[in-house]
């Protein structure tokens, strides 16, 4: 429900007699829920009082004032006169806020985009409009204080504060059946309630609740009734591709403690010893998942996913597969600022970065390369069966605050990970891209995307910068700009691999 219902009365008995106003001011007592603008005003306006016991109301003259609601109720009673009933707004009823990412986006009274004659206005892009309900594509909306509809993907729900949402940064299970709530505080507005056992991204912890989104709504649920999705490191996977063999003048150096070397090439063979981080063994050949290497004059087998592998010889890119993740696609566009959607650029700098890094010798494969849309758990899948060794995400940032510009780059910090390694690859991209495109420095920054927490490799995931920020997007949309953006992280992946 999201109205009160208001009996009017309308009256054409008496038409020719009198008219009063009623106003929306907050006089104590006062029919105050009704503006002026209010589609019921002419009905009001035209209520025709003919009733003696009415002392606000005299007949014959036009009322300009208050009317009690409870006179109406009298008046409803004891006239037998045809009744409508109109709805009047109720705030409290508000589920969200959401802003327009896109220049003249119609308001219309019903939920048809086939006519223009059902558009009550327009609003411009970062313009506000309080959500009253999602009706399918479709989200029901108030403006000049009535309901209209405007296009669901034309508007970005904000947070209770009314900025743009940001990026995920872990995962939560509900522990019991819980609220989401419009603000974080139980006695706010409940949205919708969501059942024991169901996973939900959080973007922001505020005073013990949890920012989250539930059916394309953000709301607040209370933090203590949620416990953290562990990020689990796959076990060896289950390679769908034709393991490359490598062999050639290698090292190896160890990326996490207690790695095993291994008698033969598979996870369950005798442990021969181990390595501790930081150590380098020497490579001498990598079939899919395994490296066979020299350690200590005895050959053995370790997992390459817990090696950097360097090239001694050569062009440090050579060989190394390397995983671009181009953000978003197909049906999700990722930030949209008019006709420009953050999809298409991470497009193309992944596809110029590909050609790059393919031309340096390296065997780089793209989780999208048109506008399709793998889901996030398809891309990390993508990545262990194509025996990635890094993995770098490209997107494009978006905020509520034109202001905010630059670039930053995120890394996933699991436990027991190669942290250090993620570190360096971020840090190299993103003050390579800071540098040579001369952007603000947001630097690198700790952050559980799904795709970078759920590799077990190097990961990164690069936010180039703001299309909501006016000079930000003009080196978005300009193509000598993307190639020095492409250009960088190029330079920062070989930076990364030229580090011994
Ligand atoms: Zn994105």
């Not at 005895?298 to 010889?313: A, E, F, P, W």
């Amino acid at each position: 429900m999201y109205f009160k219902k208001v009996s009017l009365i309308v009256c054409i008995l008496f038409i020719s007699a009198s008219i009063f106003t009623i106003h929306n001011a907050s006089a104590s007592g006062g029919f105050e829920d009704i503006s002026l603008k209010h589609e019921a005003n002419e009905e009001i306006n035209n209520l025709v009082v003919n009733k003696s016991g009415f002392p606000d109301v005299a007949v014959g003259r036009k009322f300009s004032g208050y009317v009690e609601q409870q006179q109406f109720s009298i008046f409803k009673s004891e006239k037998e006169l045809p009744v409508q009933d109109v709805a009047v707004l109720d705030t409290s009823q508000v589920i969200g806020l959401v802003s327009s990412t896109t220049d003249g986006l119609n308001i219309r009274k019903s939920k048809d985009s086939s006519s223009k004659a059902n558009i009550v206005g327009t609003i411009n892009k970062g313009g506000k409009l309080s959500v009253y309900a999602v009706e399918g594509d479709w989200l029901k909306v108030s403006y000049n204080d009535a309901l209209a509809y405007v296009y669901k993907t034309y508007a970005q729900f904000l947070d209770a504060d009314g900025n743009a949402l940001g990026n995920i940064e872990k995962q939560v299970t509900t522990t019991q059946s819980i609220n989401s709530y419009v603000k974080p505080t139980s006695s706010s507005k409940v949205i919708s309630t969501v059942n024991s056992k169901v996973k939900l991204p959080v973007y922001n912890t505020v005073n013990g609740y949890y920012l989250t989104v539930i059916n394309g709504v953000p709301g607040y649920i209370v933090a203590d009734s949620t416990e953290d999705v562990k990020v689990e490191k796959p076990s060896t996977p289950n390679p769908t591709q034709t393991p490359p063999t490598v062999s050639g003048d290698l090292l190896g150096r160890v990326t996490v403690d207690n790695l095993n070397i291994r008698k033969e090439a598979n996870s369950t063979s005798t442990v021969l010893c181990k390595l501790k981080k930081g150590e380098y063994v020497q490579v001498n050949s990598i079939n899919g998942y395994w490296a066979q290497v020299t350690y200590n004059d005895q050959k053995g087998y370790v997992h390459k996913s817990y090696l950097k592998i360097l090239n001694q010889s050569g062009n440090p890119l050579k060989d190394r597969i390397i995983i671009i993740d181009p953000g978003h696609g197909g049906k999700d566009p990722g930030t949209v600022v008019g006709t420009i959607a953050e999809k298409n650029i991470a497009l193309k700098v992944s596809t110029l970065v590909t050609q790059k890094l393919e031309a340096a010798g390296a065997k780089v494969l793209m989780t999208r390369t048109g506008d399709t849309y793998p889901t996030r758990e398809g891309r990390v899948d993508f990545t262990h069966a194509n025996y990635g060794e890094i993995f770098v995400s490209i997107h494009v940032n978006y905020a509520a605050n034109t202001s905010a510009q630059g670039t930053e780059t995120f890394y996933a910090k699991t436990p027991g990970d190669m942290h250090q390694e993620d570190i360096d690859l971020a840090t190299f991209v993103n003050n390579q891209i800071v540098k040579n495109v001369n952007m603000n420095n947001r630097k690198v920054r700790k952050g559980n995307f799904i795709v970078i927490a759920n590799t077990n490799i190097p990961a990164i995931l690069v936010e180039l910068g703001f299309l909501s920020n006016s000079e930000d997007r003009a080196k978005l949309t300009d193509d000598q700009y993307i190639e020095q953006f492409a250009e960088s992280i190029y330079k920062g992946i070989l930076e990364y691999y030229s580090k011994q």
